[in-house]
Each structure stands twice: as structure tokens, then as C-alpha cells.
């Protein structure tokens, strides 16, 4: 048995001699602990920096959030998004000159004007609402995903199980700085966590890499 006082709480947590080195999670607290006697751990290859070096939380002690990331709003969409945005600023004009000068601008014209307003806000709310229901949080023990404004589903890869961690990105999303990131996790077929349209994806994958041993 190992045996270790919880970061947290400080109460004391019991594994199997095997379990040397591994993360822990507090059965009283939830807390991720890393156990002592860990075997001689090596990053993956070409990254020799721990996350101290990068002013990051250290790998170990208490779980601490490192970054949190949401899909890009405008870098997904760059071209329909300026599109939406110069006809319904169009639209604000034109229903504006209606209003000072009834002759300028024709009622009908004023009429499909601000519905113009109307329905680019709404495509444009509504992307932002996916945005902001979709987060993932990394943080020194883990990776959490989160979907959904109102009815959340989670899931979460602890980083020494993760497998592999891969950037796909499509010619136009390169230019942008987005992609699709997919996290596989050795205990599991296939990508346990997905998000399309992030942010600079090589900048998470590096700060993923950085808290993952490979043994
Ligand atoms: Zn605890």
C-alpha cells in the first residue's frame, strides 16, 4: 500500500503498490493527487521544458486551471461573417435614412432593410451561443470538455492517460489559425474529446503535450 495525505484535504489516500506515481483521485474530495515513488518519467519527444519553465502551474500539487478554450467566433467563419456584418450595417443605414428622409430610401427598401438587421443579428447570436456553449478546460491533471448552454455533458481524459493529442486543420482553417483538436486517451477506441473551430489548436496541443509523461 501507498499511502499519501490528500493536497486538498489533506485526508489520507490508499492505492496499490502499482499504482506508484499515478494520479489519484481523492475519494473524499475529488482532487487530483499524484502518488509518490513515481517512476522516472520522460516528456514526449522535443519537448524537454516543464510547464514552471513556461510560467504555467507545475505538474504537480493541487489541480489548478491552466487555460480554457472556446471556438473561434469570427476565425471559423472569417468571410461570412464580414459578409453578415457589412449587410446589416448596410441595413442599420439605409432603415436610418428612411427614417430622416421617407423620400431617399423607398418604405419596401426600409422594410427588407431591417429585416436584413434582423436576421444577420439572429445568424450571428446564434453562433455566438455555440461558442459559448462549447469549453474545454485544460487544466495540470486533466482535460475537461464541456458541451451544452443549459444541458451540460461532459467528459474528461486525465493527461497520463492520453494516447495522442492531434491537430487537424483544413487549407483555409491553417491560414486562420484554427482546427479541429481530438484527444485519444489509451483506455478507450478511438477520440474521446473533439472540438472543431480552436483557436490556435498547436499552442493547446503543445500545453497538453507539456503535462503528459510517456511512459
Ligand atoms: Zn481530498
Redesign the pocket.
Known amino acids: 500500500m501507498i499511502t499519501k495525505p ?6 489520507t ?1 490508499e492505492v496499490e503498490d502499482n499504482r506508484a506515481g499515478a494520479k489519484v483521485e ?6 487530483m ?1 499524484v502518488m509518490p515513488d513515481a517512476p522516472v518519467r520522460t516528456k514526449p519527444a522535443g519537448s524537454t521544458k516543464r510547464p514552471e519553465d513556461l510560467g504555467l502551474p507545475p505538474d504537480a500539487g493541487p489541480e489548478q486551471q491552466v487555460m480554457l478554450v472556446r471556438p473561434a467566433l469570427f476565425r471559423s467563419r472569417p468571410i461570412s461573417f464580414s459578409l453578415l456584418t457589412v449587410l446589416a450595417a448596410t441595413g442599420i443605414v439605409l432603415a436610418a435614412i428612411h427614417l430622416i428622409s421617407p423620400n431617399t430610401v423607398p418604405q419596401w427598401l426600409a422594410i427588407v432593410s431591417v429585416l436584413t438587421v434582423l436576421g444577420g443579428g439572429g445568424v450571428i447570436a446564434w453562433w455566438w451561443i455555440q461558442c459559448l456553449s462549447a469549453a474545454l478546460e485544460i487544466t495540470n491533471k486533466r482535460t475537461v470538455s464541456r458541451n451544452g448552454l443549459f444541458s451540460r455533458s461532459t467528459s474528461e481524459v486525465v493527461h497520463d492517460n492520453i494516447r495522442n493529442v492531434q491537430v487537424d486543420q483544413t487549407f483555409w482553417e491553417r491560414i486562420w489559425h484554427v482546427g479541429t483538436v481530438g484527444i485519444s486517451s489509451s483506455g478507450q477506441d478511438g477520440i474521446e474529446i473533439q472540438m472543431k473551430k480552436v483557436p490556435k489548436p498547436g499552442e493547446l496541443q503543445r500545453t497538453i503535450d507539456l503535462y503528459r509523461s510517456l511512459d
Open positions: 490528500c493536497d486538498r484535504c489533506e485526508r489516500i481523492c475519494p473524499n474530495c475529488g482532487d493527487n
